[in-house]
């Protein structure tokens, strides 16, 4: 007997999610390279460079031990809650409770996700920057929240404008997302930035979320301040951290989120509900990384900065207009007049086969933008550079 198959109707929360904005050019691309074109993507924020070997090394004795075996604690070890008490200390002049104030996450995007499961009822709002990371408006929509953009815009730095959010909007707001260095405009916060946020959560009883997974990541002797270092910031806001650019680590599935301890034990209920803890020899590898990870992350950060310079130079040479990022591995590059976000990214592909990523996809206001990773190696930055001003030897054209 032939049965048909159960229709299922997408849910109303995956309803909500805005359309995937890359799908055309993920498409166009699959495409190119089955025609057997050489592709350059200058589109994925995933680190080129292997894990350390001494990471990699902890994980291999780690696995071949059958205690790691097990289900780990919800928690996570507390030698990995030590290290991340220690690590942080070092770098950010902060103390950390271990038991309260860490709570380790399988990667920042699954903390990212479930914290408004954990802190936001339905119909209540989440402030999100706006261009930002997807995942602040899916883990808001997926709790029925309701996510309130807040613009960054160039001429204020890349800062959210606290003053322009409406009094009935902050009535209702709850939680709000801030990421700095920021993805995808690479752009840093000062600490006044940070105490004015400090400041305003007070005010206005919300709940900061720190999205610090480019903390490390940054060049020419310039150092990311923690939301923490901040007085009164533990009160009203958590951070988030994630070993996975800072260590090449991002198919691990690390990280950990820092800072109010209410809000900490909140998420940790739902993630005891969901998931069972990261495999513990990943926590061991992940506690290598801290103790051991300086001088690899030092490399690390030459290569961006050589890459980095590289692009730079040489996209200015063609009459691009771009300052070099202090932090991330991203440039965040106008659109030359003439062309949509999207319009320059399909050019890029179809003309020199190189894939950018269109700044609207992370939202409206990132329209005019698009934006390049540093994760090739200099020969393909070198090619891609060839490539735009083969494509282009009229600069003022482009
Ligand atoms: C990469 C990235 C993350 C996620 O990192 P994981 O720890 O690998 O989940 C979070 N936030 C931003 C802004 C990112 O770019």
Not at 15 to 33: G, N, S, T, V
Not at 47 to 61: C, E, G, H, M
Not at 198 to 217: N, P
Request: with cysteine; glycine share 8%; net charge neutral.
């Amino acid at each position: 007997m032939l049965k048909t198959p159960l229709t299922i109707e997408p849910t109303g929360r995956l309803q909500k999610l805005p359309p995937y904005l890359f799908a055309e050019i993920d498409r166009k691309k699959r495409e190119l390279i089955a025609k057997g074109k050489d592709v350059i993507d200058l589109g994925v924020g995933d680190p080129d460079i292997p894990t350390p070997d001494f990471i990699v090394r902890a994980l291999q004795k780690a696995a071949e031990n059958p205690k790691n075996h097990r289900y780990a604690l919800d928690q996570g070890m507390p030698e990995l809650r030590e290290a991340i008490c220690d690590w942080f200390l070092e770098r950010f002049q902060v103390k950390l409770d271990a038991d309260k104030e860490i709570l380790p996450l399988i990667g920042s995007k699954e903390g990212i996700g479930h914290l408004p499961l954990a802190v936001i009822n339905p119909g209540q709002v989440c402030l999100i920057p706006d261009p930002g990371y997807p995942v602040y408006r899916s883990g808001t929509l997926f709790a029925e929240g309701i996510p309130y953009t807040m613009p960054l815009l160039e001429q204020n730095h890349y800062l959210p404008d606290f003053s322009a959010i409406p009094a009935d909007v902050l009535k209702n707001a709850k939680l709000m997302f801030l990421n700095y260095p920021n993805n995808p405009t690479s752009q840093v916060a000062t600490r006044a930035f940070f105490e004015e946020a400090v400041k305003f959560a007070h005010q206005h009883k919300i709940l900061i979320a720190h999205d610090a997974a480019y903390s490390e990541m940054t060049y020419d002797g310039y150092k990311s301040p923690s939301i923490l270092e901040l007085p009164g910031a533990k009160e009203v806001a958590v951070e988030l951290f994630s070993l996975s650019k800072t260590y090449n680590m991002t198919g691990w599935r690390i990280g950990f989120a820092v800072g109010h301890p209410q809000a900490l034990s909140l998420l940790a209920k739902v993630k005891s509900n969901l998931d069972s803890g990261i495999f513990q020899a990943v926590q061991i590898a992940g506690i290598a990384a801290l103790k051991e990870g300086a001088e690899a992350l030092q490399q690390n950060l030459k290569i961006y900065r050589e890459r980095r310079d590289l692009l730079i130079g040489g996209l200015n040479q063609l009459g691009f207009k771009v300052d070099p990022p202090r932090a991330t591995f991203y440039c965040w590059i106008p659109v030359p007049p003439g062309y949509t976000s999207a319009e320059l990214c399909l050019k890029f592909l179809e003309e020199m086969n190189i894939v950018v990523t269109p700044g609207n996809g992370f939202g409206p206001n990132g329209e005019g933008y698009f934006r390049i990773s540093l994760t090739v190696a200099e020969s393909r930055l070198m090619e891609a550079l060839d490539r735009i001003r083969k494509s282009h030897p009229n600069r003022s054209q482009l």
